[in-house]
């Protein structure tokens, strides 16, 4: 994913509470690819990304009722 994509991802994960770390996959070229990295180092780009639009095609599940 580019910077910027890994910059929205990362928004996103914090709000939803979603664990993983973004980092370049070449640290030398933070211009290039990024991916998300869980806790055992492994690339774990695609699961934050499910996990993220599942979290955001959600339905609230609390709300008003007005009465008429």
């Given at each position: 994913?580019?910077?910027?994509?890994?910059?929205?991802?990362?928004?996103?994960?914090?709000?939803?509470?979603?664990?993983?770390v973004i980092a370049p996959v070449n640290?030398?070229?933070?211009?290039?690819?990024?991916?998300?990295v869980d806790e055992d180092g492994q690339?774990?780009?695609?699961?934050?990304?499910?996990?993220?639009?599942?979290?955001?095609?959600?339905?609230?599940?609390?709300?008003?009722?007005?009465?008429?």
């Open positions: 994913m580019t910077p910027s994509e890994a910059h929205e991802l990362h928004a996103a994960m914090r709000k939803y509470g979603i664990p993983g640290p030398h070229d933070l211009a290039g690819a990024w991916m998300v690339n774990a780009t695609f699961l934050a990304r499910s996990r993220v639009a599942a979290e955001r095609a959600r339905q609230p599940e609390r709300g008003f009722v007005f009465a008429r």
